[in-house]
């Protein structure tokens, strides 16, 4: 048993003293400010000591552990920063028939890459640079042996994603290395059911769009306009390839857009600064994801430290430059080939470490669903103002409209709201000018024909610049996360 304590020494008698009222010692508040920085320092504390490490410590041990590397040889030279490999596959064991059901998932998987994504992070952990490898890239495997029949085969041709279900992550390491001669360090395969446990975790991600999207292979049913999407919702969305004719191009710039949420809200709602929060999202991206034997306790600390620091304008997204279209191979049907000089000089520049996007203002335009290029217009005067007709055309045709460069006066000389008249044909594009003069009245016209007509009001004082959704600039087509995440 414990010793007892010392007693206290015997205190000296004191005559007894009037008895005086006692005041309640003042309490000085703290200013709110200083318990919120204490409040935030203690959890960084915590975070990145004990408990961030005992908390991944314990996941560690429930990661599925694949040797993606073993045996090769002649492998690319290492470059800056570290690069993922990252793949999404159509595992769907530990999702129930509910879930199957209700978000189309029926079906045999064809253990098959739904997603290939490399995600570079710079070796100052401040920029995360996405690109996403088409799945229906032509490529050549390397010369292997059957990973379900066990039989040898010779170098061929196939559909990038074919790489996986011949000869699983080790296949599919190889033939991304040859093909973007980047060395991959890390090996990251996620199924569905890890991906929706990891939206819901989050409390889902925020998507917006310009107009409706609808996919009936996958049931995605979106209105136009912002949605806040669950696990499985988001799976729907990331998963659509029939909602217009850009098919999987198309599938990928939702994808890109929907990590640019997905950072955003893991970045503002303080998952990284809380233990807890961090632990319950570990755990769902951990419990069904398979790593290679490298990706441990270590790595994911200082991916999530590294997060800390990152906003949406730290990530940026991009596709491997295509240069044909439906390049057809015989046996193997329509692919895609990259176009190998743009291509070639994007690979290098992850290879050095540099950033994709150029060094360019942030894009503060209206976003709008068609882009003002395609849009063509006609400008009418409807006030008694010499010259005002003359001044909108040149400041929409500044905007990037395709306007007929001959403004007319209207019939009518007294509007005051400024009007947008259009065919209901091209609802899309009237919305979309309409963007660039805000306050104008949208009228439809039936039978008026695919030039839009713009009467100049008495109101008009501006253009406003507007851009298409797809943000997507220079050589590679580059976008950063602040520029496609909802505001």
């Keep these: 048993m414990p010793a007892s304590p010392p007693r206290s020494p015997a205190r000296p008698q004191h005559r007894p003293q009037p008895r005086r009222a006692v005041r309640p010692p003042v309490r000085r508040k703290k200013p709110r400010w200083a318990m919120r920085a ?185 209105p136009a306009g912002t949605h806040r999407l669950s696990g499985g919702e988001a799976l729907q969305y990331v998963r659509a390839r029939y909602v217009d004719g850009a098919s999987d191009l198309g599938r990928m710039q939702r994808q890109q857009d929907f990590l640019a949420g997905l950072i955003d809200q893991s970045t503002s709602s303080g998952v990284l600064l809380n233990p807890m929060k961090f632990r319950d999202v570990t755990r769902a991206v951990l419990g069904s994801v398979r790593a290679d034997k490298g990706f441990g306790t270590d790595e994911l600390l200082d991916l999530g430290r590294a997060m800390r620091n990152f906003s949406p304008s730290s990530s940026e997204f991009t596709t491997v430059p295509i240069g044909r279209m439906g390049y057809a191979v015989k046996g193997i049907g329509s692919t895609l080939k990259w176009d190998p000089v743009k291509s070639g000089r994007l690979f290098t520049a992850l290879r050095d470490d540099k950033p994709l996007a150029t060094d360019r203002p942030r894009n503060t335009s209206v976003r709008v669903d068609v882009a003002p290029q395609q849009i063509r217009v006609q400008v009418e005067n409807g006030t008694q103002t010499p010259g005002l007709a003359r001044r909108a055309d040149a400041a929409l045709a500044a905007t990037g409209f395709s306007t007929t460069r001959r403004p007319t006066n ?71 996360g602040d520029e496609v995440k909802c505001s």
């Design 410 to 480: 209207s019939r009518i000389q007294s509007v005051r709201r400024t009007v947008v008249a259009y065919d209901p044909r091209w609802d899309r594009s009237a919305k979309s000018l309409a963007a660039a003069l805000p306050g104008s009245e949208l009228r439809p016209v039936k039978g008026q024909g695919a030039t839009l007509k713009v009467i100049v009001g008495s109101d008009y004082r501006q253009v406003r610049k507007v851009r298409a959704a797809d943000v997507r600039e220079g050589e590679f087509g580059v976008v950063r």
């Design 38 to 222: 204490v409040t935030t320092l203690s959890v960084v504390i915590l975070a990145s000591a004990g408990i961030g490490h005992a908390v991944v410590s314990s996941l560690d041990a429930g990661i599925t552990r694949i040797d993606p590397f073993k045996d090769m040889k002649n492998r690319p030279r290492a470059g800056h920063g570290m690069n993922v490999l990252l793949v999404g596959t159509d595992g769907r064991d530990k999702i129930s028939e509910a879930e199957r059901r209700r978000y189309r998932l029926g079906g045999a998987p064809c253990h098959c890459t739904d997603t290939i994504m490399i995600v570079h992070i710079s070796e100052d952990r401040e920029r995360a640079s996405v690109v996403s490898l088409p799945r229906d890239s032509y490529a050549e495997l390397p010369a292997h042996t059957d990973r379900n029949s066990g039989t040898p085969h010779a170098a061929h041709p196939v559909k990038l994603n074919a790489a996986y279900a011949e000869g699983g992550p080790q296949l599919t390491v190889r033939t991304v290395e040859n093909m973007t001669r980047l060395k991959i360090d890390h090996y990251l395969e996620i199924d569905f059911a890890s991906f929706m446990r990891t939206v819901d975790v989050l409390g889902g991600v925020k998507v917006c769009t310009a107009r409706p999207l609808k996919d009936s292979h996958t049931g995605l049913n979106l």
